[in-house]
Structures are given as C-alpha cells and as structure tokens.
Antibody, heavy 122, light 109 residues
Framework: EVELVESGGGFVQPGGSLRLSCAAS????????MNWVRQAPGKGLEWVSY????????YYADSVKGRFTISRDNAKRSLYLQMNSLRAEDTAVYYC???????????????WGQGTLVTVSP | EIVMTQSPVTLSVSPGERATLSCRAS??????LAWYQQKPGQAPRLLIY???TRATGVPARFSGSGSETEFTLTISSLQSEDFAIYYC???????????FGPGTKVDVK
C-alpha cells in the first residue's frame, strides 16, 4: 500500500527556515516524480514544487522560487522541501503528492500524505 | 499562468439529488483536467483525471466532461459522504505549473 508521511512542520518566525520531509513506502520511490502542494488555512490548493525521479530536474511555483528547494534521497525513500526566507503567506499545510489512481501523468495526484502544518508568525 | 475558476462557490443539494459543478480555464488545457474531493481535515482525493476518466475506486455516480476551457463534474445522486469541497486542477503544461480552482462547496440543502 502506498503511504506518504510528512513531517517537519511547526512554528517559525518570518525570515526563518524549515525543512519538511516526506517518507514514502509501498512503492518503488526512485521511479516516481514527486511534488509538494500546499493549502493555506481555509483556502484552496497551490502546487509548490516538482522533482524528477532521479532528482536532476526541479521546478517551482513563482511564489516560492529562489526561497524553497526540493530534493530527494532515493536510498532513504524520502522527499524534502527546504524552505528559507519564510513569509506569513507561506503558512499552510504542506502535502507531498504522487501520481496515482490510474493516471500516469504528473499532475494527477492520486496519492497524498496527511500533510504537515507550517505556521510563519512573529 | 492559467487561471482556473469554479462555479458556484456553494451548491446546496438534498441527498439523492443531482449536483453539477463547473470549472473554467483561462486558456485551453486540452483534457488535462482533474477533479478532487476534500473533506475537513483530510487530504484531497482524486476523483477524475483526463477530464472524464474516473480514478481507481471512484463510484460511478461521479462523472466528468468537457475539454479545452469548459469542464463539468456531475454527481448523479448525492450520498451523505459526498458533501465536501470539490476542486478542479489543470496539469496541461510542461514544465509543470499546475493550478487549482478555488473550489465549490457542496452542502446539505
């Protein structure tokens, strides 16, 4: 069974840093593209970042470009999001997500973790 | 950036009734459109991809249609477990720049 478990969320002051992790199990992690998607409290969903299976290609939403870095460790079956220069508007639940549900295109997020809450506040 | 809009914001429906949700893209996304269901405190659940293909395990009462810029999610006979927020999402571009609609809340009439 596919399982994605995020961790690393918490409270941080504006300008601070935080590193999120997503532990994957139940599938061959090294063969799948992975993404981070976030959701501000009471708001909608926002795609944040993508990483290729090898880790050689990464893409970011304009709202986080230059501040966030996505990475992965295939040996540890883990996905990461290093978040620097955090702002109040980065406050959100952060989900790691993978294709699934029968869809083979990146963007059809059939598997999601339970999310980890990041709160940026003075 | 492709902007997704959804209507209505809230849809009040009685159990057993039909619900029709709309999603519009600011430019063509072909059929690269997904629908998700989200309940309070839970992660989103993929319902539809490719505009009209039900994801694995999704009941047949959920159906999707449309292409290019206009899309519809229909729930043929609402069950109690279907009251939730529904989001559409386009995944048409590469490099990825997925965007989601603001959501439609389906609640009990």
């Amino acid at each position: 069974e596919v399982e994605l478990v995020e961790s690393g969320g918490g409270f941080v002051q504006p300008g601070g840093s935080l590193r999120l992790s997503c532990a994957a199990s139940g599938f061959t992690f090294s063969t799948y593209e992975m993404n981070w998607v976030r959701q501000a409290p009471g708001k909608g969903l926002e795609w944040v970042s993508y990483i290729s299976p090898s880790g050689n290609s990464m893409y970011y939403a304009d709202s986080v470009k230059g501040r966030f870095t996505i990475s992965r460790d295939n040996a540890k079956r883990s996905l990461y999001l290093q978040m620097n220069s955090l702002r109040a508007e980065d406050t959100a639940v952060y989900y790691c997500a993978r294709i699934g549900g029968g869809c083979s295109y990146n963007g059809c997020y059939g598997y999601w973790g339970q999310g980890t809450l990041v709160t940026v506040s003075p | 950036e492709i902007v997704m809009t959804q209507s209505p914001v809230t849809l009040s429906v009685s159990p057993g009734e039909r619900a029709t949700l709309s999603c519009r893209a600011s430019q063509s996304v072909s059929s690269n459109l997904a629908w998700y269901q989200q309940k309070p405190g839970q992660a989103p659940r993929l319902l539809i991809y490719g505009a009209s293909t039900r994801a694995t395990g999704v009941p047949a009462r959920f159906s999707g249609s449309g292409s290019e810029t206009e899309f519809t999610l229909t729930i043929s006979s609402l069950q109690s477990e279907d009251f939730a927020i529904y989001y559409c999402q386009q995944y048409n571009n590469w490099p990825p720049d997925d965007t989601f609609g603001p959501g439609t809340k389906v609640d009990v009439k």
